[in-house]
């Protein structure tokens, strides 16, 4: 069975014109499998159907009803998956089509979307840009959990800073998650570490990058290496710069509070 994605715009709204809408797909046996309001005056239906022609006619019906107007009918994008789930459409960045908008409010969405990412198979580099405990890391935590994967952490500072330089076992598992922070590793002096980085990236697995824009500073990867950005703030207007927290890492330096130690 083949699925799709409808989304349509009620033009004008009367009591029984879902069940309308419902009936017209049972008799063309187009199963609903989820329907929810994605926008104002909008709703959207996750459909399956052993017949893409019944599709097509439904289109063809549609387009000759007054009472509504097909905004999408195709086969569902992630992005389409999450709004009949959540209600609404994750925000995307309107020039780069591959960065995704969040707030602190949002985590839930963000968390039950970077899941369905982490349960692809194959390679995918995530980079995740947001001040300090604003819920990078444990959003990524928690999307591991939800898509039951192992996280492995390659640098980090979410509890003490971790510079990992070698793995063992089933941590080099293409089934895991593989999470490094970008400050952390670029300030790393051990080679082996950076060796061991080069290593997971070759491998077909998911990579989670926080702090994309410092991981790409003084090694060979670059901005267009990555499938997805994620920004986390605090509300729409906090803006994400780096000049704090690489002051904020020297005053840690300076006071004697960096707990850093090599695996």
Do not use: C
Not at 8 to 18: F, H, K
Not at 28 to 50: A, K, S
């Amino acid at each position: 069975m083949s699925e799709w994605y409808m989304e349509y715009e009620i033009e004008v709204n009367r009591p029984g014109l879902l069940g309308e809408i419902s009936s017209l797909l049972g008799l063309l046996r187009v199963n609903i499998v989820t329907i929810n309001g994605v926008d104002q005056g909008r709703r959207g239906m996750l459909l399956r159907t052993e017949n893409d022609d019944a599709i097509e006619r439904f289109e063809l019906i549609a387009s000759t009803m007054d009472m509504i107007n097909v905004r999408k009918l195709r086969h569902p994008k992630l992005r389409d998956i999450l709004a009949v789930r959540h209600g609404r459409y994750i925000q995307r960045d309107a020039d780069d089509k591959k960065t995704f908008r969040f707030v602190r409010d949002e985590l839930g969405i963000l968390v039950d979307f970077m899941a369905e990412i982490f349960k692809q198979e194959g390679h995918k580099l995530i980079g995740i840009r947001g001040m300090p405990r604003v819920g990078k890391t444990e959003s990524v935590v928690a999307a591991s959990v939800s898509a039951n994967k192992k996280w492995i952490f390659l640098s980090s500072t979410m509890l003490r800073q971790t510079v990992r330089s070698q793995l063992a076992g089933d941590e080099f598992s293409p089934n895991n998650v593989f999470i490094l922070d970008g400050i952390v590793t670029r300030k790393a002096s051990d080679e082996r570490h950076m060796q061991l980085v080069r290593e997971i990236m070759r491998l077909p697995a998911i990579k989670v990058v926080e702090h994309p824009d410092m991981f790409v500073r003084l090694s060979e990867y670059t901005m267009d290496d990555f499938d997805y950005i994620i920004e986390i703030r605090r509300d729409e207007n906090e803006e994400i710069t780096y000049e704090i927290l690489e002051e904020n890492d020297r005053m840690s330096s300076r006071s004697g509070m960096d707990f850093g130690f090599n695996i």
